[in-house]
Nanobody, 122 residues
Framework: QVQLVESGGGLVQAGGSLRLSCAASGSIFSINTMGWYCQAPGKQRELVATITRVGSTNYADSVKGRFTISRDNAKNTVYLQMNNLKPEDTAVYYC????????????????WGRGTQVTVSS
């Protein structure tokens, strides 16, 4: 079994900062790409940022220059530093990871956390 547990969400004023963390645990051999997605009320889940195992990053245009994704492979953890937050960033933020569970198999599986609420007040 694999679990992804997010933390760090909360309520913040516009212009403020939050740091999200997501720790993966369980039956894990290695983790490929990790990422953050968000879903606002009435909208579809959308990409925020992703990071590969070797540190290549990709960001949604709306967060470039404000958010930074990073990871600690030794801790199976991914982070999202969110600066200069805007009311439109309000959403549930979900962690995602592409996980290889066995040394004997190259197959990887997609896992999601349960989400953490980020609310930005104006």
């Amino acid at each position: 079994q694999v679990q992804l547990v997010e933390s760090g969400g909360g309520l913040v004023q516009a212009g403020g900062s939050l740091r999200l963390s997501c720790a993966a645990s369980g039956s894990i051999f290695s983790i490929n790409t990790m990422g953050w997605y968000c879903q606002a009320p009435g909208k579809q889940r959308e990409l925020v940022a992703t990071i590969t195992r070797v540190g290549s990053t990709n960001y949604a245009d709306s967060v470039k220059g404000r958010f930074t994704i990073s990871r600690d492979n030794a801790k199976n953890t991914v982070y999202l530093q969110m600066n200069n937050l805007k009311p439109e960033d309000t959403a549930v933020y979900y962690c995602n990871a592409d996980i290889r569970r066995r040394r004997s198999s190259l197959r990887s599986e997609d896992f999601w956390g349960r989400g953490t609420q980020v609310t930005v007040s104006s």
